[in-house]
T-cell receptor, first 113, second 119 residues
Framework: NAGVTQTPKFRILKIGQSMTLQCTQD?????MYWYRQDPGMGLKLIYY???????DKGEVPNGYNVSRSTTEDFPLRLELAAPSQTSVYFC????????????FGPGTRLTVL | AQKVTQAQTEISVVEKEDVTLDCVYE???????LFWYKQPPSGELVFLIR??????QNEISGRYSWNFQKSTSSFNFTITASQVVDSAVYFC????????????????FGSGTQLTVLP
């Protein structure tokens, strides 16, 4: 049971490039989330999903897209990378929408130059 | 709008000292949940506790204790007899208790407190 896994761990992008951050969970959780953590700040919710095929915006969705074709995977897409997207990205999942605990992945550190 | 304030950016203590991490929150909801998460140097967030807004009893779990005071909108976290392994960033978070159909729990995080426990 690996929990929530994220790839890559680190990535440097040039302005205007695109990339997909991968997130997979093996706990059969319906609910999945993407957060970003800027230096010295708390986490902010980008997008979330309540099940395969269903996604919704969080607090800071601009510049990102998501999809949820399977229960296990919840990739985050950056289409035109900007320096403001330099951050650490965390994927999380929970069993129910009222669950106490969200399980977090190890994070992806992204730098946009 | 919800807001969580952790005024202590960094705290440094010597091993075996007690340390309290402060958390003050703002919400218009009458029912809500408060959380503490730990982020060790490895990076992933680890859930520590959830507290319901209607339950103001203090909670103790080993060396950890939490003091929830609704009157002052605070949810403080105390580590007794701190250890080097307690060194981490600690986040306080808040979410609404009542969810609309099709939505999911959205956590509002504070900016975190970096705790360093020196040997």
């Amino acid at each position: 049971n690996a929990g929530v896994t994220q790839t890559p761990k680190f990535r440097i992008l040039k302005i205007g490039q695109s990339m997909t951050l991968q997130c997979t969970q093996d706990m059969n959780h319906n609910y999945m989330y993407w957060y970003r953590q800027d230096p010295g700040m708390g986490l902010k919710l980008i997008y979330y999903s309540v099940g395969a095929g269903i996604t919704d915006k969080g607090e800071v969705p601009n510049g990102y897209n998501v999809s949820r074709s399977t229960t296990e995977d919840f990739p985050l897409r950056l289409e035109l990378a900007a320096p403001s997207q330099t951050s650490v990205y965390f994927c999380a999942s929970s069993y129910t929408r009222t669950a106490n605990e969200q399980f977090f992945g190890p994070g992806t550190r992204l730098t946009v130059l | 709008a919800q807001k969580v304030t952790q005024a202590q950016t960094e705290i440094s203590v010597v091993e075996k000292e007690d340390v309290t991490l402060d958390c003050v929150y703002e919400t218009r909801d009458t029912t809500y949940y408060l959380f503490w998460y730990k982020q060790p140097p490895s990076g992933e967030l680890v859930f520590l506790i959830r507290r319901n807004s209607f339950d103001e009893q203090n909670e103790i779990s080993g060396r950890y204790s939490w003091n929830f005071q609704k009157s002052t909108s605070s949810f403080n976290f105390t580590i007794t007899a701190s250890q080097v392994v307690d060194s981490a960033v600690y986040f306080c978070a808040l979410s609404e208790a009542l969810l609309s159909s099709g939505s999911a729990r959205q956590l509002t995080f504070g900016s975190g407190t970096q705790l360093t426990v020196l040997p």
